[in-house]
Nanobody
Framework: QVQLVESGGGLVQAGGSLRLSCAAS????????MGWFRQAPGKEREFVTA????????AYDDSVKGRFTISRDNAKNTLWLQMTNLKPEDTAVYYC?????????????????????WGQGTQVTVSS
């Protein structure tokens, strides 16, 4: 089992910044993928960004490219999401996700079904 705990959400004005963190604990895997998804009210959970933990290959949804940055701290088993120039349409619950084994080749998966463990989510609200 892997436990994921997100933090860092909150209320911010449009154009502002937030940094989310996701602390992973429990069973360790040497080559996982980790990612961020979000879900707005009445909408399906959607991909935001992800990273292959070992090689560092990343993937971003076009809607956040250039504004959001994913990173990880290997020593602390922590995943980060730096969000800048936030827009009202970024408002959602943000979830951290963990896949036990990254793809042998290529970027991390974008489908929620590609991940094995999920955090409880943290609310991000962007006011206009």
């Amino acid at each position: 089992q892997v436990q994921l705990v997100e933090s860092g959400g909150g209320l911010v004005q449009a154009g502002g910044s937030l940094r989310l963190s996701c602390a992973a604990s429990g069973r360790t895997f040497s080559t996982p993928s980790m990612g961020w998804f979000r879900q707005a009210p009445g909408k399906e959970r959607e991909f935001v960004t992800a990273i292959n933990w070992s090689g560092g290959t990343t993937a971003y949804d076009d809607s956040v490219k250039g504004r959001f940055t994913i990173s990880r701290d290997n020593a602390k088993n922590t995943l980060w999401l730096q969000m800048t120039n936030l827009k009202p349409e970024d408002t959602a619950v943000y979830y951290c996700a963990f896949r036990k084994y990254a793809p042998v080749v290529g970027p991390p998966p974008r489908a929620p079904s590609g991940y094995d463990y999920w955090g409880q989510g943290t609310q991000v609200t962007v006011s206009s």
